[in-house]
């Protein structure tokens, strides 16, 4: 038996495994659920133009197969995230995934452009999801290599869409845009497969108050890890409330381990008053604004290569090619834009476990803005192209350090549905930003258009510095620090 004297919590028993070969498995199960995710977003840069010749769709009908995806996403990274905080982080991946593989192939025998709108909605509605993968990884990471463990799983993002580039190269000129579809739910139901072997984060389970269950999945980790867990007994949510008296000034409890059944609205409301606290509520609105901040910059910088790659590069003659989706340059186009990212997330992943987060996100943020500004005069394209590359490549990696942050600045209650709601905001950026950016390019007004991202990207860099403390080494609580 266990030595009574002697206790130890989750963080402790997580830095005494280490980082070891469940870790890896739990990284490629997570990774896996991002790449089937990934595949499904990067159909629609192949299938839109095909679907609007077969079905002779209008342009607006078109986009709307991009609006639909994220508006399925707006309502869906809350959900997914409230799931997550009220029945486990497996249930939310579960789910999400259910409607991703499901839908996906319902997408493939579409009789008609209705149809398929609906059920590209419930893809981005289970694609949402992906931050509760991000979520349930990160409860298994010991505090000192978070960060760049955290960084990696965004790789499988990238795989994802090289991925489906490489489906839609072969299939969509033999096949056509139904098997592309069909193929591409596949990754998705793999991981179904694969689920049952995936244990609930022992971290959820430990703020329930299940601490039995918790300590039975660290024993396991232990074993695969082929290491020890600590001497005497886990540390419960209702030992350290005995011990309150010890707990530092500057931390305020959330919860306590024993939960009376609630009702769905009760909880909703509990889980929006923790989130909207005082000790949180300053910090919500930043995360808010720099989701939808960065949101915003990526995908005007995504929309300023395509027009660019496209060769359109005078001001009213934006128009998608669409009579010539089988041209192996629109393939290639997704292969380099997205390699494009890799080198940032190098980058960042070196930089966020030695800088910490905030300095971190502010100096990929600052690049962003600096390879932006020679924009504002006419450069040659070979510059240009470069220029928007880094940029890309700066962006991506500042806005996966900012889900590191926003995972473990929230407390282990709400962290589902705070990240879920920040990143929902952030979907509204990424609606926003093509209708704007357009409207400016295709109104001969480049430049301003480019100010418009230079102003949002300069204004992220300033809430960044107005985060109230650094989480780097810091052990993720299911109370708030403000430190």
Not at 345 to 363: N, P
Request: glycine residues 8%; hydrophobic residues 50%.
């Amino acid at each position: 038996m266990a030595d009574q004297s002697l206790v130890f919590t989750v963080d402790e028993a997580l830095s005494l495994v280490g980082f070891g070969i469940f870790q890896g498995l739990a990284l490629l199960f997570a990774g896996a659920g991002w790449l089937a995710e990934a595949m499904e977003m990067m159909l629609l840069s192949f299938i839109g133009p095909t679907v609007k010749s077969e079905w002779t769709l209008s342009p607006t009908e078109e986009s709307l197969l991009t609006t639909a995806i994220f508006g399925g996403m707006l309502v869906g990274a809350y959900f997914w995230g409230f799931i997550s905080d009220t029945y486990g982080r497996r249930t939310g991946i579960l789910g999400a995934v259910v409607v991703v593989a499901g839908a996906g192939l319902l997408s493939a025998s579409s009789p008609n452009y209705k149809l398929l709108i609906i059920y590209r909605c419930l893809v981005g509605f289970g694609v949402a999801g992906g931050h509760v993968s991000a979520s349930w990884f990160m409860e298994f990471i010991p505090p000192s290599s978070r960060g760049a463990w955290m960084l990696s799983i965004t790789t499988f993002w990238t795989l994802g869409t090289l991925m489906g580039a490489s489906l839609a190269w072969i299939v969509m000129p033999r096949l056509g845009w139904r098997w592309l579809l069909a193929l591409s739910s596949i990754p998705a139901f793999l991981v179904l497969l694969v689920s049952n072997f995936a244990p609930e984060s022992p971290r959820y389970l430990y703020m329930k108050g299940r601490t039995t269950e918790a300590l039975r999945i660290l024993e396991k980790v232990a074993l695969i890890n082929r290491t020890k867990l600590p001497p005497g007994i886990l540390l419960s949510d209702h030992n350290m409330d005995l011990n309150e008296e010890n707990t530092p000034l500057d931390e305020t409890p959330l919860l306590s381990s024993v939960r009376k059944e609630r009702s769905y609205l009760e909880t909703f409301l509990e889980s929006m008053l923790e989130i909207f606290s005082s000790k949180l509520l300053g910090t919500t609105l930043l995360l808010w604004l720099l989701h939808f901040g960065y949101t915003f910059a990526y995908y005007g910088i995504i929309l300023m290569i395509s027009q660019l790659s496209s060769g359109q590069r005078e001001c009213g003659s934006i128009t998608i090619h669409s009579d010539n989706v089988q041209d192996a340059s629109l393939y290639i186009r997704v292969f380099i834009t997205s390699l494009a990212e890799l080198p940032g997330l190098i980058v960042a992943a070196v930089l966020v476990d030695r800088l910490g987060r905030k300095l971190t996100m502010e100096i990929l943020t600052m690049f962003t803005f600096i390879l932006i500004l020679p924009l504002l005069l006419h450069q040659n394209e070979l510059v240009t192209t470069a220029l928007l590359f880094g940029s890309r490549m700066f962006i991506s990696a500042a806005f996966t350090s900012l889900t590191v942050y926003a995972k473990e600045v929230y407390p282990t209650s709400t962290r589902g549905a705070g990240c879920g709601l920040a990143t929902s905001v952030g979907r509204v950026g990424g609606m926003v930003c093509p209708l704007v950016a357009v409207g400016l390019v295709r109104g001969c007004h480049l430049t301003a258009a480019i100010i418009l991202f230079e102003v949002v990207v300069l204004f992220s860099g300033l809430c960044v510095q107005l985060f109230p403390f650094e989480t780097k080494g810091k052990n993720l609580r299911d109370i708030v620090s403000i430190e």
